[in-house]
């Protein structure tokens, strides 16, 4: 079937997620909670961030007991953290394309309030979004399939005519079991390619 829907993934797809860019001004012991994620107790703070169940405040208070630095510094850091997602801009350039040829744009992210406030205030590209689902709205998380089924059923779009485009594996891999067409993104120029074999009759640009 022909895809007329498209679902994003935020971080590291519409947006680049550089910590390293802000750390030099950070407490060194900022490291290991933004570049370690997969540490366990780690990785529990910013999931119930992202389902919603800290406010920031908590979040910054978490963070500042695991890291054993002052509320003020985590509070800061976690702002500069913010600054650090940075425009994917050949992504943007595409979902522009892709939004005037007519098809259907999504929105699907793991994302806290406060950091999809942020992003919806800084970047023009949420305005080409049919819809958006966020995690902390939807109280779970990629990749639960149950937030994929959510998208699929509050815009009333098929998985057939639908292509999913995440960063992470795991996210691809429940998209994918739901019958929805996906593609990883790690490399732009990859990426565009597998995109062409998707969307045959868009004409993509090469990086």
Not at 137 to 145: A, L, M, V
Not at 161 to 190: C, M, P, V, W
Not at 200 to 206: D, K, L, M
Request: proline share 3%; glycine share 2%; aromatic share 12%.
């Amino acid at each position: 079937m022909e895809i007329t829907n498209i679902i994003f993934d935020l971080g590291n797809v519409m947006v680049k997620w550089s910590p390293e860019t802000v750390l030099p001004d950070l407490d060194k012991k900022f490291e290991k909670i933004f570049f370690e994620s997969k540490i366990p107790v780690f990785e529990r703070v910013w999931e119930q961030s992202d389902i919603g169940n800290l406010s920031e405040i908590q979040l910054i208070k978490q963070i500042s007991t695991l890291t054993e630095v002052s509320i003020d510094k985590t509070r800061h850091a976690l702002k500069m953290l913010k600054h650090s997602l940075l425009l994917n801009k050949p992504m943007c350039d595409l979902m522009t394309g892709l939004y005037e040829s007519g098809y259907n744009l999504y929105c699907l992210s793991n994302i806290s309030k406060s950091f999809a406030d942020y992003l919806m205030d800084k970047y023009q590209f949420f305005k080409y979004f049919k819809g958006i689902v966020f995690s902390y709205e939807e109280k779970c998380i990629k990749p639960d399939i149950q937030i994929y089924k959510n998208l699929l059923s509050k815009f009333s779009i098929s998985a057939a005519d639908t292509l999913f485009i995440d960063d992470r594996l795991e996210n691809i891999l429940s998209a994918q079991s739901l019958g929805i067409a996906s593609i990883q993104y790690y490399d732009h120029k990859i990426f565009l390619k597998e995109l062409s074999n998707k969307l045959p009759a868009f004409n993509i640009i090469p990086a």
